[in-house]
Structures are given as structure tokens and as C-alpha cells.
């Protein structure tokens, strides 16, 4: 799947998210609360490599939870960059191309 499949399919899935959320809560999430909600997953992707590592205790599930947060984090950002205008696809080429540009010219 290319990025801008993974980015319509993932823009798809938060609307679903959004339908629940005003089902239960009568509003749709902010953007600042969409921001924390990816916070908090890369905060667990972070403890999850710790564990995967053997620096923190580790449980049996901990793979498939840092898999499934590696995942999520990618879907928050995506999520994030469309609710405030930004093309994630453009701004991941723009990254790369610089950065491999930047770091063909050093030596």
C-alpha cells in the first residue's frame, strides 16, 4: 500500500472514531486532544522499545502491543497533519529529499 492509500484509509477509520465520539461524548475530539491521544502512543512506543531492548520488564505481549503502537502513532500523524492542512505525503517527501540531500553533501 502506498502512503496516500495508508493516509485515505487512515482519514476513513477517523471518521468512524469521530461518529463514537460525538455518540458518547457529544462533541468530536480537538485537534489538541487528537495530539495528545498521539503523545500518549509514542510514549508507549518509547516504553515498548525499552522493553523490547531488555532495558524494562517485559510481558508476553509486548511485540504485538509495540507493533500495534508503531502502527497507531503513523495513523495519529496522518490524522494530525489532515485536520490541520498539511499534506503528509508531501511534507515525508520534502522531509526525505532534503535529508538525503543534506547528507549526500556531507563528507
Known amino acids: 500500500m502506498q502512503l496516500n ?6 482519514l ?12 458518547h461524548h457529544g462533541s468530536e475530539w480537538t485537534i489538541q486532544e487528537d ?13 515498548l522499545t525499552m522493553s ?3 532495558r524494562w ?15 497507531e502513532s503513523v495513523w ?9 492542512n498539511i499534506d503528509i505525503c508531501e511534507v515525508v517527501e520534502t522531509f526525505l529529499k532534503n535529508t538525503e540531500d543534506k547528507l549526500s553533501n556531507t563528507k
Not at 517485559?58 to 500495534?68: C, I, P, R, T
Open 52 to 54: 523490547q531492548q531488555g
Open 5 to 10: 492509500e495508508i493516509a485515505e484509509l487512515a
Open 35 to 47: 495530539a495528545l491521544a498521539f503523545l500518549t502512543d509514542a510514549s508507549l512506543v518509547g516504553r
Open 57 to 71: 520488564p517485559s510481558g508476553d505481549e509486548d511485540l504485538s502491543q509495540l507493533k500495534h503502537k508503531l502502527g
Open 12 to 23: 476513513k477509520i477517523r471518521e468512524k472514531y469521530h461518529l463514537l465520539e460525538k455518540k
Open 76 to 84: 495519529w500523524l496522518i490524522v494530525l497533519s489532515q485536520r490541520m
